[in-house]
């Protein structure tokens, strides 16, 4: 996890030569604009990502230093607002720009999102991607995805007590006090998780 002063351009491309990511999450504020690309960002402590330099950073490509290390990056999450929103000039926005720069697949939002629905669904999404489907069987990223939404939209995973909760599971995830105090909370409105869909590969 690299937060605040650590959440650099460089120090991105800097970890990945290190070591290979399968997934890559990137929890920060975005903005879509409509029209020239440089408008639109991704942004990092200390720059902006415009979204015409998404294809720069290349998520396929091998580690030069130890290439049997490094395999390309098998999902993209992209948890801020409207990060699938795109435009006749940046067709689904920032998850399509990834996707053509080599990520296998990305997971992004077409609406502004709330702190809390994000923090449940991607809380839920991770741990259906964690759950066997049978001998040998990998957990199709898509269906992970649809799995986690419907949990919400049962009521299955809310707020209380502050701490995130999914009915039925013993693991919970103490929030941050500036979530806590928002009360709790069940999040099953569309709302909190209709916004993210899954674009390149679902597997």
């Given at each position: 996890t690299f937060l605040n002063q650590d959440f650099t351009l460089a120090n991105l491309e800097a970890q990945r030569e290190r070591r290979s990511f399968g997934i890559v999450h990137l929890a920060t504020h975005s903005e879509f604009q409509p029209g020239d690309q440089s408008n639109s960002y991704i942004q990092l402590w200390d720059t902006k990502l415009r979204i015409d330099q998404m294809r720069a950073l290349k998520w396929n490509q091998s580690n030069r230093s130890n290439p049997s290390t490094q395999t390309p990056v098998n999902l993209l999450v992209l948890s801020a607002c409207s990060t699938a929103l795109g435009d006749e000039k940046a067709e689904l926005g920032f998850a399509g720009l990834a996707v053509a720069s080599g990520a296998k697949s990305a997971l992004a939002s077409l609406w502004e999102v709330s702190d809390e629905?994000?923090?449940g669904l991607m809380t839920e999404f991770y741990r259906q991607l964690r759950v066997p489907r049978g001998e040998g069987n990998a957990t199709i990223k898509a269906e992970a995805l649809r799995r986690a939404q419907l949990e919400m939209l049962r009521g299955r995973v809310r707020i209380a007590d502050g701490m995130l909760r999914v009915e039925g599971k013993s693991e919970v995830v103490t929030l941050?006090?500036?979530?806590?105090?928002?009360?709790d909370r069940?999040?099953?409105?569309p709302y909190y998780w209709a916004a993210f869909t899954m674009i390149g590969n679902p597997w």
């Open positions: 629905g994000t923090l941050p006090p500036e979530i806590a105090a928002r009360g069940v999040l099953s409105h």
